[in-house]
């Protein structure tokens, strides 16, 4: 069982919270954790003899607020003292780490909290059946008349007290019972009170360490350009100019990127700007956007494979008054706040990481691969994110930059310029969905759903791909929300030429319930009916949902006069085990701008660990999607990526964002994921607030400003 | 060798002048606060103050300083405004990711220092030049107006 | 209608044609570009004002001839935007259709590697290729016959000093009549001078050498003198300035208002160099690559001959061009605006203020400071929204001047809001341009 080592050599004490410890400076070093820490039941609860309580992070903080809501679990359950409470990232190690909904160390799906809910909370409960056990022992008392009260062991019938951190010695001896006794949500304290982050004090002051921080001592700053054709190679380098550049230290060359090395990031980049590089451009450099959209929309003819099928949409459809509709999804790229980035340090025998990764057991083995080291020789330290996205859900930028340490002697920060982190992004794929729906006496009789696009699973986790579906592909279309008897719904998987694509907040189900949605509005408006009634009238299969429409309709004064040109759109979702739904209001003018008025979300999340963190993440998310809706596009042009910094990448800014209210509907049923919602409702909400303003019916991403000008006109 | 003064202290650096300030506070002077986002003066996320006016330290070269003195976000909560704005930031939870933080409350620090209650319009205009990828927007807004409204 | 009504409708049409056909002389009558300098008069004494600079006097050939390929600026127009220096391929778009600059290295098959120093005199003396083609006027010829013949040969001799690149450009597309070449010799023989510069005997050393290098090498009359309907330098007003591939090139005649006047010599020769001077903004556009390319490596001589040799054009006024201002703007804007005014402002405070400063003085460079600018101060916008679009990748001597380009991803109405905002913000007037008008200025500089 692995224990911490360490010591936290940093701390910062929080008025009434508990304290959070993390950085390089207290390493999370796989070999130190064989030493002993007093009490250390399971990988994630450690107790040391002055009662201090660490708690190993399984899930990373990117800003969603996990470190907190994960330290609350434990804590609820080990009934801890929230001052006394530390955290600590997990090294890599899947066996204790892995995420249990996806099989390996990784942070995404926005399931943290859904996947570890029980696991946590068996954790710390079973820490407490040890400690009571303990201390039930010590007093020669019947551990069932013992109870625990803010890291303190109760015996009420004698009046003896003893805190947890008089226990650890005697409790590391017990064995922790497999099935400890849960509490009773009604006897939750900490679980469901909005209590303040613990990451978040040290982000105010300069403090908090991300991977870009990273110094090990010696460290030189490197950064590299890749072809910029996708998926090209270097051809020549001629380096004498960028050997000149004071403060340059080394020209790195390989097969697929240069890198230099210089004193600091400045020297770096002059000398990258230096260098004269020939690229051999490769197979992509014809590929265009143009023809990644018309191969998509070619493979659309196909049947797909079947996802899911009932009644019989065959005969359903067979009919000369099916409606029939495309919708189409860009390539888009993450664009993290922090840049992409990786520290890492190559010896013969040994390599160090630094970096904030969603998925530090891959990271791990990456950098062993790449530094043909075995994975017992290689450390990783993790960071905070500055935004993960998705992005950090991929190991290439340490296997990138390990590669690019294996030529360096001493550690070397390798930070990606903005221009590459874009320009070679992992891609949130393309996508075009075909649907098809009858509508009979103002009611969908019939519905068929086709997903074309890449597999993101079919790389990223292969065996989780079966039988030509993509599960996250179809994730809230194959379980749409609607009662329609008649359905199907398909994946056809095609991936574009040259461009790898990836997870990106809400993946799947952005697409789907952008098409999805987007469509019910189109329907509704056929059936000549309001948008939420029609909604509501295909959702008795769907209760919770249907209470969160009904209180964003109210919320949000649906229904109510608005100036002219305004419009106000509606979205649901079934997506990541919760229920939302959000109303977008817009007013659009002659030129086709879009300027957002209001923002209105109602979400049923289950039991929300932390009402606050809920209510920030949708309002966050729901500005992810915006951004999409109004700019996000990238595009391709002789397998080059035309886009490249904020200026042609265009960001949100906080000029143009709406209020945005949320309403965390109380609910006792299991937690749900929450932050990836938003960026998925957001979406299809603006679009269809564009319809009721205009009339035009947007069925590609992002707005086209000129068909709404055209319609807003009209 | 070129001397600037940080956060109140003298400090003496051999870098080339047409440096950003930004690698100068990061990459020498183990300031890491100060984040880099763009480079190219779209994001925020570099901003520092110069004789307490904010500026995106990114592009702006170590050697065009001259006797301005710098504060980075290790010592704006030194000032009345910088502290009360990080207290709010904390009290309203602004923060996710925090990576863009240290350049808001940069900005925003130098906002209220101008305008000691501004309006929407005054933090659309001292605000929008920084970006938030994680979408704090609203939060940030309502806690500049909390923190303009603590005396 | 009686037969005296028809007559009358005869001679009015007659005459409305006379009027128009005077006009059109008027208009397309050839304008010497020396013509103010008045008579050549006695016999000049003074150094020669062709050639290099006299610190070039015992380099080699090839050096004198990179110097005076420097000064006429062959690379811009001859190199393609990522191409190869000099390997062509160029677009130019014309009210007539598109031309592409050929390769001037000297490849044998598709560059000039096959010409000699009398066929190289030919095209740039006479505009004739060496196939016997009559060139377009996109090649400066009009300049170019001015210039001393061992001029020629020296830049023949850098020209073959240069690596070959085979590469040929795409092929001109240009519509019936102007397809047709021959017409070109109609042109040169009214546009062309006839002679080599000559120099003036009652002006000063630096005059002339300031003439031949504005004249013949540096052509500044392309783009800074307004063009007549053949698109012919009309040299009645002699660089007032006019649009040029969808930018503005500036009024540089003495005026003070209107032109640079008011700039010390100092201050122009500070912009000639580096493409900046303080107090009255940056070069942008094709004056920046003119000045990257070409002045920033003039001797200071040679520049300050540019000099004097503008300040002796006659000034011409344009009433419509108010003084540019001086003053910066407030430090916070605190004005209420709506419309796309509001837009305007929203825009400049999301990409522009960080850098160019509500007031419009740049505390992180001078390049970005606004105030003074002649651009900011021009109420067409021409320049603002160009650059808005197109940004800037400059290095220079005094570090980056460094804008990113816009014009991906802000839509026209979006640009025109800014410009417009912009020029009301640190202007002396403020510009109405629309979605439309910007949509007209990215055409104007698509290839
Ligand atoms: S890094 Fe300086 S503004 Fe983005
Ligand atoms: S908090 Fe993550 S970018 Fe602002």
Request: proline content about 7%.
């Amino acid at each position: 069982m692995p224990t911490r080592a360490s010591a936290p050599t940093r701390r910062t004490m929080l008025k009434g919270a508990g304290v959070l410890l993390i950085g390089f400076c207290a390493p999370i070093v796989r070999t130190a954790r064989a030493e002993s820490a007093p009490f250390a039941p399971n990988a994630f609860v450690r107790i040391d003899g002055a009662g201090e309580v660490t708690l190993i992070m399984p899930q990373v903080e990117m800003g969603q607020g996990v470190y907190t809501a994960i330290s609350m679990i434990l804590a609820e359950e080990l009934d801890a003292d929230w001052a006394k409470v530390k955290v600590d990232h997990a090294p890599p190690d899947e066996a204790h780490y892995a995420n249990p909904a996806l099989g390996v160390q990784a942070t995404g799906n926005s399931n943290s909290i859904r996947a570890f809910w029980k696991p946590l909370r068996k954790a710390g409960a079973g820490a407490r059946a040890c400690l009571v056990q303990a201390a039930a022992t010590a007093w020669n008392v019947p551990p069932a008349e013992c109870r625990t009260a803010s890291g303190v062991v109760i015996h009420d019938g004698n009046g003896r007290r003893a805190d947890y951190g008089s226990l650890v010695q005697r409790a590391a001896a017990i064995t922790p019972p497999a099935d400890p006794p849960l509490k009773d949500p009604s006897q939750f304290h900490l679980i469901g009170r909005p209590l303040k982050r613990l990451d978040t004090p040290d982000k105010t002051n300069g403090a908090a360490k991300y991977g870009i921080d990273a110094m090990p001592p010696g460290v030189k700053f490197a950064t590299l350009a890749q072809s910029p054709v996708l998926g090209g190679k270097v051809a020549q380098v001629d380096d004498t100019q960028a050997r000149q550049i004071p403060g340059v230290r080394q020209v790195v060359v390989l097969d697929d990127l240069v890198a230099v090395v210089g004193d600091h990031m400045w020297a770096a980049k002059q000398g990258l700007e230096a260098l004269q590089v020939a690229w051999d451009d490769g197979p992509n450099a014809a590929v265009g956007t143009d023809e990644i959209w018309a191969r998509l929309r070619q493979a659309s003819a196909r049947d797909g494979a079947v996802a899911k099928d009932a009644g019989d949409i065959g005969r359903a459809l067979q009919a000369s008054d099916v409606i029939a509709q495309t919708y189409e999804m860009p390539l888009l790229a993450h664009a993290t706040m922090e840049p992409l980035n990786a520290t890492v340090h190559v010896t013969p025998s040994s390599a160090e990481v630094w970096i904030g990764t969603q998925v530090i057991e891959r990271v791990h083995a990456a950098v062993a691969r790449a530094a043909g080291l075995a994975e017992s020789q290689v450390t990783v330290h993790q960071h905070l994110l500055g935004g993960g996205f998705g992005r950090r859900l991929e190991p290439d930028m340490a296997y990138q930059a390990a590669r690019i340490a294996k030529q360096v002697d001493g550690p070397v920060k390798v930070v990606w310029t903005r221009e590459e982190d874009i320009r070679h992004d992992i891609y949130r794929p393309v996508y075009h969905d075909s649907l098809w729906a009858r509508l009979d006496g103002g009611r969908i009789a019939a519905w068929k759903h086709r997903v074309t696009g890449s597999s993101v699973l079919a790389r990223w986790l292969p065996p989780a791909f079966q039988k030509g579906v993509d599960g996250d592909g179809v994730d809230s279309a194959q379980d749409i929300p609607y009662d329609i008897p008649n359905l199907r719904v398909e994946f056809n998987r095609e991936e574009p030429p040259g461009v790898v694509t990836g997870f990106w907040r809400g993946v799947g189900p952005n697409n789907n319930v952008f098409a999805i949605e987007s469509f019910i509005d189109e329907l509704a408006r056929k059936a000549g009916q309001d948008p939420v009634a029609f909604r509501r009238a295909h959702l008795s299969k769907s209760p919770r949902l249907k209470v969160a429409l009904d209180l964003v309709a109210r919320e949000s004064g649906w229904g109510t006069p608005l100036p002219p040109r305004c419009g106000r759109g509606v979205s649901v979702q079934p997506s990541f085990a919760s229920w939302v739904a959000t109303v977008v209001e817009c007013q659009v003018d002659d030129e086709g701008e879009v300027a957002l008025r209001r923002v209105t979300t109602a979400v049923d999340t289950g039991m929300a660990v932390n009402p606050d963190t809920i209510a920030a993440q949708l309002q966050g998310g729901i500005v992810f999607g915006l951004t999409a809706a109004l700019y996000g596009e990238i595009t391709l042009e002789k397998g080059r990526v035309q886009q490249s910094n904020f200026h042609d990448y265009r960001m949100l800014r906080i000029d143009q964002v709406p209020p945005i209210d949320v309403h965390v509907i109380k609910s006792a049923e299991a937690p749900g994921g929450i932050g990836e919602t938003g960026t998925t409702s957001a979406v299809p909400a603006l679009r269809n607030a564009i319809y009721a303003a205009t009339g035009v019916p947007l069925r590609r991403m992002p707005i086209d400003r000129s068909l709404i000008a055209a319609g807003a006109k009209s | 060798m070129i001397t600037l003064i940080v956060n109140g202290q003298s400090r003496a650096v051999d870098v080339p002048p047409d440096m950003p300030l930004l690698w100068v506070l990061r990459d020498v002077l183990g300031l890491t606060g100060t984040k880099f986002g763009c480079g190219i003066a779209q994001c925020g996320a570099c901003t520092v103050h110069l004789d307490g006016k904010p500026v995106r330290s990114c592009l702006l070269r170590v050697g065009a300083l001259g006797t301005r003195a710098v504060t980075t976000i290790e010592a704006v909560g030194a000032s009345p405004n910088g502290a009360k704005l990080q207290q709010a930031w904390l009290d309203l939870e602004v923060i996710q990711c925090g990576y863009c933080q240290s350049g808001q409350l940069m900005s925003a620090t130098a906002l209220l220092d101008t305008v000691p209650q501004p309006s929407d319009a005054d933090i659309d205009a001292a605000m929008a030049g920084n970006i938030c990828r994680c979408g704090t927007y609203v939060r940030i807004r309502q806690a500049i107006k909390n923190a303009a409204a603590r005396v | 209608m009686t037969r005296f009504h028809k007559g009358r409708i005869v001679w009015a049409v007659f005459a409305v044609l006379l009027v128009m056909g005077c006009v059109l002389l008027w208009n397309v009558f050839p304008t010497p570009a020396l013509g103010f300098a008045g008579e050549h008069g006695a016999i000049y004494r003074g150094p020669s004002p062709t050639g290099a600079p006299p610190e070039l006097a015992s380099a080699d050939m090839v050096t004198r001839g990179a110097y005076l390929t420097k000064a006429a600026d062959c690379a811009v127009c001859h190199t393609a935007p990522g191409g190869q220096p000099f390997a062509g391929g160029l677009a130019f778009p014309t009210p007539f259709g598109v031309l592409y600059s050929p390769n001037i290295t000297p490849d044998r098959q598709t560059g000039i590697g096959t010409w000699s120093d009398a066929d190289l005199l030919h095209a740039l003396h006479d505009g004739v290729g060496k196939d016997g083609q009559r060139l377009y006027p996109a090649l400066p010829y009009e300049a170019y016959a001015l210039l001393a013949d061992d001029d020629v040969r020296a830049i023949r001799a850098y020209l073959f000093s240069l690596p070959a690149v085979h590469a040929s450009p795409p092929p001109n597309r240009l519509a019936f009549p102007f397809n047709q070449r021959w017409l070109m010799g109609i042109w040169a023989v009214m546009y062309k001078p006839a002679e080599r510069f000559r120099p003036y005997a009652d002006r000063s050393p630096e005059w002339n050498r300031g003439a031949y290098l504005a004249e013949a090498l540096a052509h500044c009359g392309d783009c800074h003198t307004p063009r007549n309907l053949a698109q012919a330098p009309d040299n009645r007003a002699k660089f007032s300035g006019a649009v040029t591939e969808g930018w503005r090139a500036f009024d540089i005649t003495p005026d003070r208002d209107a032109g640079v006047g008011a700039w010390s010599d100092a201050e122009l020769a500070q912009y000639l160099q580096a493409g900046h001077a303080a107090g009255h903004g940056s070069a942008g556009g094709p004056m920046a690559e003119a000045v990257d390319n070409s002045f920033a490596g003039f001797t200071p001589a040679d520049i300050r001959a540019l000099v004097v040799y503008l300040r002796s054009v006659p000034a011409r006024g344009d009433p419509g061009r108010p003084a540019p201002r001086t003053a910066p703007a407030t430090e916070f804007p605190r004005e209420a605006l709506t419309g796309t005014d509001a837009r305007g402002r929203r825009i400049f405070a999301g990409a522009c203020a960080s850098c160019h400063g509500w007031g419009g003085v740049s505390l992180i460079t001078d390049f970005a400071t606004l105030t003074g600018d002649r651009a900011v101060n021009d109420p067409s916008a021409t320049n603002v929204a160009q650059m808005v679009l197109a940004g800037s990748d400059r290095r220079t001597g005094g570090g980056a001047a460094m804008m990113p380009a816009f014009g991906r991803a802000y839509s026209d109405s979006e640009i025109a809001a800014v410009a417009n905002y912009v020029t009301a913000r640190f202007g002396s007037a403020p510009s109405h341009l629309t979605a439309k008008d910007v949509a007209r200025l990215r055409r104007a500089t698509a290839g």
